[in-house]
């Protein structure tokens, strides 16, 4: 009894919040772990876990509930939740699918190197190829709340809605699929895995602004001058040919439109002498990167002219292009497919300007 207040019941050896903390930290939550907890019971769809806390009295003993708590984490039922949490819960849906993409790269490469392998270490590398597909797997569901909420945010299309949702739920089937195939050592897991790069590459560039979906085709367009095809890459030189295309085709669809509101953005005069600025994501479904300013009109006709002449110099590998091409490109496209990177190089140094004239101004 202290100034009036008498306890009644108490916990007799941890403290609630040693025990969230305790149980939290072992899950690889931060320091302290209850906000990372409580977004864990929030977003968990897992079973329900009962504790029992043994009474004493009018006090209680917490320390049998954390033994619990260590129990299931054993079994796995806490630990992969909370690896989600840690590795994506503060993530933006771009920084994500970046981090998919890449890690989908790697898994591919690890597990191609263990098909190529005739020793028996070659069980165990795909056995842990398979358990990196299954955590890749779980890491579709945080990107695809984060990414059906932003969606529903700007669409009431129920069926692009349900299109986009079909296509995150494969994409972790997907995943799953190709840990089966590792796991019973087939080498058709390769080929999902291809599919699940595909599919993260994709949506990352949807999300990107053109600038950033741009830099995506230059990357590709590189890719696709190598002469020789790695069996430890997801794509071969033909493969990413193809993706260039693809890439560079959306961009030229979106960066006159794009050009177009960041010019209309810079008449809307701020007052004091300084161009407005339009935010990234004025034409995307997500915000990436940060506010850009117009580019001069010579600038904005050349960038229109080299898009031009790109789209073109493309549609002509894509025509010397065949199934009897094999896996790099035939050599008198190497030409075409040159000038193509150069031409987005150029593009990309010129588009380049919209934020270091924002940089300039602030």
Avoid at 66 to 85: F, N
Wanted: aromatic residues 4%; glycine residues 8%; negative net charge.
């Amino acid at each position: 009894q202290n100034g009036g207040i008498r306890t009644i019941g108490a916990s007799l050896d941890l403290h609630a919040g040693q025990l969230v903390d305790r149980v939290g930290v072992s899950m690889g939550l931060s320091f302290p772990a209850g906000p990372g907890l409580e977004k864990l019971a929030q977003a968990s769809c897992g079973p329900k876990a009962r504790l029992k806390a043994s009474v004493e009295g009018t006090g209680c003993h917490l320390s049998g509930a954390e033994t619990q708590l260590y129990a299931l984490m054993k079994d796995g039922l806490c630990k992969e939740d909370a690896a989600m949490e840690v590795r994506f819960g503060g993530k933006e849906p771009d920084e994500i699918l970046e981090s998919l993409v890449s890690s989908q790269r790697k898994a591919f490469a690890a597990a191609a190197a263990a098909f190529e392998d005739d020793s028996p270490a070659r069980v165990a590398a795909l056995e842990k190829a398979a358990a990196q597909q299954r955590e890749l797997s779980k890491a579709w569901l945080p990107l695809s709340d984060k990414l059906l909420e932003s969606f529903r945010a700007g669409t009431t299309n129920e069926d692009e809605i349900a299109a986009l949702s079909k296509t995150l739920r494969d994409a972790a089937d997907g995943a799953d699929g190709a840990a089966d195939a590792l796991e019973a050592l087939s080498p058709d897991a390769l080929d999902a895995m291809r599919g699940g790069e595909s599919v993260a590459c994709g949506l990352r560039a949807w999300l990107a602004d053109p600038v950033r979906q741009l830099g995506f085709a230059l990357e590709a367009q590189s890719n696709a001058l190598a002469r020789t095809a790695s069996t430890r890459l997801v794509r071969t030189p033909v493969m990413e040919q193809g993706a260039a295309i693809s890439l560079f085709k959306s961009f030229s669809e979106r960066i006159e439109p794009w050009l177009d509101a960041l010019e209309k953005a810079g008449q809307n005069d701020a007052g004091d002498g300084t161009a407005a600025s339009v935010p990234a994501d004025s034409l995307t479904p997500a915000a990436i990167g940060g506010a850009q300013v117009p580019l001069s009109e010579e600038d904005r006709k050349e960038v229109l002219r080299l898009t031009e002449e790109t789209s073109g110099t493309l549609s002509l590998i894509a025509m010397g292009v065949s199934p009897e091409s094999g896996d790099v490109l035939p050599e008198d496209q190497l030409p075409n497919a040159r000038a193509a990177a150069d031409n987005m190089a150029e593009l990309l140094a010129l588009l380049s300007k919209t934020q270091q004239n924002q940089q300039q101004q602030q």
